[in-house]
C-alpha cells in the first residue's frame, strides 16, 4: 500500500500525525475529511480528499460544526434537566475526558453513559429510547461550501499528473464510492485515466447532466447532484428491475449486474411533525414494491404495501417468519380497521376505548383482506391503529392500511430500537428506512378478540389490564 487517505468525523485532529507516520513507512497520505449534513432530509456525510487543511472555508466550516455540537450538547442538558436530571453537560464531559477526549463537545454516547452512571436509567438503550433522540446537521449546501472554494479545489490535470484529484463521495449512496475512481485516478494508476472519465461519464449520465470529462471534475460533477437534491426516479419505467439505492433507480441500467448492489435511503423525519414532502417519498417507495422500516408508538416495524406478493416475502425473510405468523394491518383509524374486520356492538366499544394505541387485536377477518395475510387455519388477521404521527402520516399518504410486523431480528427478543443500528445490519435487505428517533425495544400488546372474550396473548408497550379485567 502507497497511497492512504484517513477521514473523520467534522475534524481533521490527527492528519499531522498520521502524515509523519505514513512518511515513515514510506506512504503519501492524502488529506481527508467527513464532514456530517442533511440532504433533501436524510443525513449524508460528505467525503473530502486533496485539499489544503488551512484553507480558510474549510477551517470556518469545521469550527461552524463544532460549535452545532456543543449547542446541540447544552440543548440536551438543558432538556434532561427539566426532566429531572441535571448535571448532565458536566457529567458527560467527565465521561469523555476519562475516555481520553480531546476537547470537543460531549456526544450523545457520553450523555447516555452519564445517565446510567447517576442511576437515570439502567443502561444506555433506555437512555437512548426515552431521552436521547437523533442528531441534527447543516444542509449539504453549506457543508459543501468550502470545497468550492479555490484553496481547496483543483481540477483533473490528465494523465501526466501528479497530485490527487479532491473528490466527494455521499452516503446513502454509499456505493458510489466503490466505483468512482476519480477520486484518486492520477495518482494511483495514470494508465486508468480512460476508464475513470468513462465512469465519470455514467455519473454524469444518472444525474442526467451533460459534461465533458475535459471540463468537469467529479467534484463538480457531485455537487451539482447536491444542489439538484434528491431525484424522484420513474417508478413504472423500473418497477421490475434491480434496486440499488432504493426503489426504482436506473443505475442498473449503467453498471454490470454483478456490481450493482442494493442500498436503502434514510429518511430523518420529524417525530411530530413529518415533514410532507419526505411523506410522500416514501409513500412512493411502498407504492412501487418497496419494504420500509417506520416507526410506531411501540417499536420499529417492517412494512410494505398489503397486496405486494413480492415485498410480503421479502419481509417474510428478513424476520424469518413462517407461514402461520399473523401478519398485522396497520390503520390510520377505526372506521379503516372496521373494513378489515368482523366486529360486533362490544367488540366495536372495546377497541373504541383503546385505540389509537400500542394494541394489535386479532380479530375475524372480512373479505378485504389479501389471502396471504391470513392466519392459514383460522382466517384472522391482527389490525392495529398507532399514535404515531409518522405512522398516520404515511398512512394518509397511501390511502389504505400497510402490512405490518415488529422488527424483531432473529434470535433476538427485543425489537431494534436505534435507527442507525438498523441502517448497519439491513441496509442491503430495506429499500428505505426512517428515522423518527430511538423507538422502544418492546413491541404491542397483542389482544385476541377472535372469540368474542379478549386473551391477552403478548404483553408489551400497551397495558394489558384493561384486557385481563373484561376475561
Avoid at 444525474?207 to 444542489?227: H, I, Y
Avoid at 427478543?413 to 448497519?424: G, I, K
Avoid at 396473548?457 to 379485567?469: E, L, N, S, T
Wanted: charged content about 20%; overall charge neutral.
Amino acid at each position: 500500500m502507497r497511497i492512504l487517505s484517513l477521514t473523520d468525523h467534522d475534524t481533521l485532529e490527527g492528519l499531522d500525525e498520521a502524515r509523519q507516520a505514513a512518511q515513515q513507512l514510506g506512504m503519501q497520505l492524502v488529506n481527508g475529511v467527513e464532514l456530517s449534513c442533511t440532504w433533501g432530509g436524510a443525513t449524508i456525510h460528505v467525503l473530502g480528499y486533496g485539499f489544503d487543511t488551512q484553507a480558510p472555508a474549510l477551517v470556518q466550516a469545521i469550527e461552524k460544526l463544532h460549535e452545532g455540537r456543543w449547542l446541540r450538547s447544552e440543548e440536551i442538558s438543558r432538556k434532561l434537566a427539566l426532566k429531572g436530571m441535571p448535571g448532565a453537560l458536566e457529567g458527560a464531559r467527565a465521561i469523555q475526558q476519562e475516555l481520553g477526549d480531546s476537547g470537543n463537545a460531549p456526544a450523545r454516547p457520553h450523555f447516555a453513559d452519564y445517565l446510567v452512571r447517576a442511576g437515570f436509567v439502567k443502561d444506555r438503550a433506555e437512555a437512548f429510547r426515552k431521552w436521547l433522540g437523533p442528531a441534527s446537521w447543516g444542509t449539504s449546501s453549506s457543508t459543501g461550501r468550502p470545497w468550492k472554494k479555490p484553496s481547496a479545489h483543483c481540477g483533473p490535470r490528465g494523465p501526466g499528473s501528479a497530485w490527487p484529484i479532491p473528490g466527494i463521495t455521499i452516503s446513502p449512496a454509499a456505493s458510489v464510492a466503490a466505483w468512482l475512481p476519480t477520486i484518486f485516478k492520477p495518482v494511483v494508476m495514470p494508465s486508468k485515466w480512460s476508464m475513470a472519465t468513462n465512469l465519470q461519464s455514467k455519473w454524469a449520465v444518472w444525474l442526467s447532466l451533460l459534461v465533458n470529462s475535459d471540463c468537469w471534475s467529479a467534484l463538480a460533477v457531485t455537487f451539482m447532484a447536491l444542489e439538484a437534491g434528491p431525484r424522484l426516479v420513474n417508478i413504472a419505467r423500473s418497477r421490475k428491475t434491480c434496486r440499488p439505492f432504493g426503489v426504482g433507480s436506473n443505475m442498473s441500467q449503467l453498471l454490470p449486474p454483478e456490481q450493482v448492489e442494493t442500498v436503502s435511503q434514510f429518511f430523518q423525519i420529524h417525530p411530530e411533525n413529518p415533514q410532507p414532502r419526505l411523506i410522500k417519498q416514501a409513500v412512493e417507495i411502498i407504492r412501487s414494491g418497496g419494504v420500509v422500516i417506520y416507526p410506531t408508538d411501540s417499536s420499529y416495524a417492517v412494512a410494505c404495501q398489503m397486496g405486494d406478493k413480492g415485498a410480503i416475502e421479502r419481509v417474510r425473510r428478513l424476520r424469518q417468519l413462517d407461514d402461520k405468523h399473523n401478519f398485522a394491518l396497520i390503520c390510520s383509524d377505526l372506521s379503516q380497521l372496521g373494513l378489515f374486520a368482523k366486529i360486533d356492538t362490544g367488540t366495536f366499544r372495546l377497541l373504541k376505548a383503546h385505540v389509537p394505541g400500542p394494541y394489535t387485536f386479532i380479530l375475524n377477518a372480512t373479505r378485504e383482506v389479501p389471502r396471504l395475510l391470513l392466519h392459514p387455519k383460522r382466517r384472522t388477521i391482527g389490525l392495529r391503529v398507532p399514535s404515531n404521527p409518522i405512522a398516520l402520516a404515511l398512512l394518509a399518504e397511501l390511502g389504505e392500511p400497510l402490512m405490518s410486523v415488529s422488527l424483531i431480528m432473529p434470535g433476538d427478543t427485543e425489537a431494534l430500537s436505534d435507527p442507525y443500528e438498523m441502517r448497519q445490519l439491513l441496509e442491503h435487505q430495506v429499500d428505505l428506512i426512517i428515522d423518527g428517533g430511538f423507538g422502544s425495544t418492546e413491541s404491542s400488546t397483542v389482544i385476541n378478540l377472535a372469540d368474542g372474550e379478549p386473551e391477552v396473548i403478548r404483553v408489551g408497550c400497551g397495558d394489558p389490564a384493561p384486557f385481563m379485567a373484561e376475561a
